[in-house]
């Protein structure tokens, strides 16, 4: 029912969007899509996958790398994508951590520590970077400075409960105190898979790998979106796009939509504006669901051999 009324909600943002613009137009920008520009693009998202796979390697412990080979974190990544495309704000990676459970490289609590420290690096590259171009750019309006106030504040609270465990931990006390006999059992075991993720993750500077390689992984993912805003015969300048897009791709990771789909459109139409033409920057949003939708294609022959294993 959730992921109807997600579609339900997609549906409804996109017929608003496409009403009040040339649906004609759209269609004829979408007709004269320059191709290699295009598979530039779409040739980026394996390479963008296989990074977020060398990631995932970096993020986890060195005892329990030894059990997961890079081929197994490539494999973990496609099957992620695949089920990103259905579920809400990019669930699907925690997925990952099930799925490293059941295949005993690790136990439970520690799979989901790793894949939210993942979680909380990859974040943090997409508001570090929509940061620093927001403020390179400047801006004379409230609107602009609105922008820069939320992400600076949520790059904060991620790096603060990143940085320090106590509050996560704090949290899950609160779990444990409230909540039943199994659920507490449940909090505690995280608590401390938690706390042992965070003494590995900042010792020896062991988070330089995954902030880093978070932090290319996002400018890759912008110039991908570049890309294919070329090949529509877009020329928005690279220093608004840089900094409106990833403004764009959080609103579509709001727990709205399907896929992101709709409020990650009318975001791009709104605040690229000034830039290009409604029904040009509407053709960009409908090629940017192309980013999710290939790697979950890529994903799909994957995920009968881990949902497989969750059954068992």
């Known amino acids: 029912m959730k992921l109807l009324l997600s579609a339900a909600v997609s549906a409804a943002i996109l017929a608003a969007l496409y009403w009040r613009i040339d649906f004609s137009a759209l269609a004829e920008i ?33 005892a329990t790398r030894a059990a997961v080979s890079f ?12 089920l990103n495309i259905v579920l809400p704000s990019k669930l699907g990676d925690l997925a990952k951590g099930v799925f490293m459970q059941r295949q005993g490289h690790c136990r439970g609590s520690l799979a989901l520590a790793i894949v939210l420290f993942e979680k909380f690096a ?20 409230a609107l602009h400075w609105s922008f820069v106030g939320v992400i600076a504040g949520a790059l904060g609270v991620g790096v603060w409960l990143l ?12 779990v444990r105190k ?39 992984l996002w400018c890759l993912h912008l110039a991908q979106i570049w890309l294919l ?26 727990p709205l939509t399907f896929a992101g789909i709709g409020t990650r459109d009318v975001a791009l139409v709104l605040l690229l504006a000034p830039y290009a033409e409604a029904p040009a920057l509407a053709a960009l949003g409908v090629l940017t669901v192309t980013r999710y939708l290939l790697p979950s294609l890529l994903g799909l022959p994957l995920l009968p051999k881990y949902l497989g294993l969750v059954r068992r």
Do not use: C, N
């Open 163 to 174: 940085a320090h465990p106590r509050p996560i931990v704090m949290m899950l006390g609160m």
């Open 30 to 62: 979408l007709s004269r899509v320059e191709m290699l520009p295009f598979a530039v693009s779409m040739a980026l998202i394996v390479i963008i996958l296989v990074i977020a796979a060398a990631r995932l390697l970096t993020i986890v412990p060195p």
């Open 229 to 254: 805003a070329a090949a529509l015969g877009l020329d928005i300048p690279t220093l608004p796009f840089a900094a409106l897009v990833p403004v764009a791709i959080l609103a579509g990771l709001l």
């Open 71 to 82: 081929s197994e974190a490539v494999s973990l990544i496609f099957a992620a994508s695949a």
């Open 122 to 141: 990859d974040l943090i590259g997409l508001l570090a970077v929509g940061l620093i171009a927001l403020l390179l750019l400047g801006g004379k309006t």
């Open 178 to 216: 409230f909540g039943g006999r199994r659920i507490a059992a449940h909090a505690e075991t995280f608590a401390d898979a938690w706390a042992e993720m965070h003494g590995y993750f900042w010792r020896r500077g062991a988070w330089v790998g995954p902030v880093g390689l978070s932090l290319f």
